[in-house]
């Protein structure tokens, strides 16, 4: 255990960063969803019948996910904008065929993160959905640049992203029945 600050104990000293993908699904094909009393995991989530969510698998170290929470001094408010990022390193149809279907409607967004003990889950935009902001589609100018596609997704929430067990998220990636 590494004591930070008195009363706080953290569980490990080292972790990594990293997404490893990112799940993705339309807003308006999710049928319910509900949070454990704490507000901080999901406790259930389904899809409407036929509806699942689809994966987005980059290579290493080419997708990011999180929150940046915000006070408003002035209004007395506060925010979670969240973001999620991937790169694909390739400029194939199948990848164009992916980008013009993100560039329309609100999506629930799961980052999985890269850790060595396993799936670790959060849920970006589970009440107000991610949209795509923007996509960079670039070819490069020297032969060692980057020749793909960089989806940028955007959202803002009023609690943290929460956590979301493999379990359910095996469930969402089945059709609903």
């Given at each position: 255990?590494?004591e930070?600050?008195?009363?706080y104990?953290?569980?490990?000293?080292?972790?990594?960063?990293?997404?490893?993908e990112?799940?993705?699904y339309n807003?308006?094909?999710r049928?319910t969803y509900?949070?454990?009393?704490?507000?901080l995991?999901i406790?259930?989530?389904t899809m409407?019948i036929?509806?699942?969510a689809?994966r987005?698998t980059p290579?290493m170290?080419?997708?990011?996910a999180g929150?940046?929470?915000?006070?408003?001094?002035e209004?007395?408010?506060?925010?979670?904008p969240?973001?999620?990022?991937v790169?694909?390193?390739?400029?194939?149809?199948t990848t164009?065929d992916?980008?013009?279907?993100?560039?329309g409607?609100?999506?629930?967004?799961?980052?999985k993160k890269?850790?060595?003990?396993g799936?670790?889950?959060r849920?970006?935009?589970l009440?107000n959905g991610m949209?795509?902001?923007?996509?960079?589609d670039?070819?490069?100018?020297?032969y060692?640049?980057?020749r793909g596609?960089?989806?940028?997704?955007v959202?803002?929430?009023?609690?943290?992203?929460p956590?979301?067990s493999?379990a359910l998220?095996?469930?969402?990636?089945?059709?609903a029945s």
């Amino acid at each position: 255990m590494c004591e930070l600050l008195t009363n706080y104990t953290r569980g490990n000293c080292a972790e990594n960063g990293g997404v490893d993908e990112l799940i993705v699904y339309n807003l308006e094909n999710r049928s319910t969803y509900t949070l454990e009393a704490d507000g901080l995991s999901i406790a259930t989530i389904t899809m409407a019948i036929g509806k699942k969510a689809f994966r987005l698998t980059p290579d290493m170290e080419s997708a990011t996910a999180g929150s940046q929470p915000a006070h408003s001094r002035e209004n007395n408010s506060k925010m979670h904008p969240q973001t999620a990022m991937v790169v694909f390193k390739d400029d194939e149809d199948t990848t164009v065929d992916i980008c013009n279907l993100l560039l329309g409607g609100y999506f629930g967004v799961i980052a999985k993160k890269s850790t060595p003990t396993g799936a670790v889950y959060r849920h970006y935009g589970l009440v107000n959905g991610m949209t795509v902001e923007s996509i960079e589609d670039v070819l490069g100018q020297m032969y060692e640049d980057l020749r793909g596609k960089t989806i940028n997704f955007v959202g803002k929430e009023l609690i943290w992203a929460p956590s979301i067990s493999s379990a359910l998220v095996d469930a969402i990636l089945i059709p609903a029945s």
